[in-house]
């Protein structure tokens, strides 16, 4: 997958994307209530598990309507958005709501809690990514967070007025890097939080102690986002 979407064939990729996603959740709804009411132990767990997380999507989805209407199905139907590279947005299509269901969930999640308490300026997708991009009261200060196909970023400034001419060209190239992890998580699926988020937020944890001097920007996980963004983020320039 990595490579298909660095490809630059382009294609009214959600025309075949769109069908293809919502056939998988449709499939996943239909498996999750069909394992729930198995009388094997190990389907009902996999079942419940998986219609807890939807619930858990619901839920946030109705917090962030509660406070932001607008945004909030801004962020429902960007679950549907994907990459207009061909083969990059069927790959998106595919492992959205499956290979990729943990980190789906709780970025969903979290991005509609942070609408409710009124934490975002505004929403973007990029290449199929979701954005949500706060003001940052400290200047020259940026941070991101990115969980599954949701980027978390909090920017000294938001008066942007072309995203992608502004993600492209950002400082310190932090969207770029954001963008990577997104890779990441397309290609570890169900290993991602626990091989690389858990890692990279431990890390980042060991990188602002005071006493400490451990450099988070030279870990394996950030060193790896950077390459995979920049090789993304290099052909759009």
Known sequence: MKGNCQSHRSSSTNNFALPIALLVLGITWGAAVFLVTQPYSGGIIAGTVFLVGKGVMILSSLAGALHNPRMAVQLFLSRYRFSPRLWCGLGQALTRFTWELPQLCIGYAVAQWRVAVGNVSRVDTLNGVTFLTKTNPRKHNYAGLSIGCFVNMW??????????????????????????????????????????????????????????RHRHDTFWVERRADRLGKRFFEQQA
Request: net charge negative; hydrophobic share 40%; aromatic share 14%.
């Open 155 to 212: 920017i000294p400034d938001t008066n942007i007025q072309d995203f992608k001419q502004y993600a492209l060209h950002s400082p310190f190239r932090i969207y770029a890097h954001e963008y990577g992890h997104t890779v990441d998580s397309q290609l570890w699926g169900w290993l991602y939080l626990p091989v690389v988020g858990l890692p990279s937020l431990v890390s980042q944890a060991l990188g602002l102690s005071p006493k400490g």
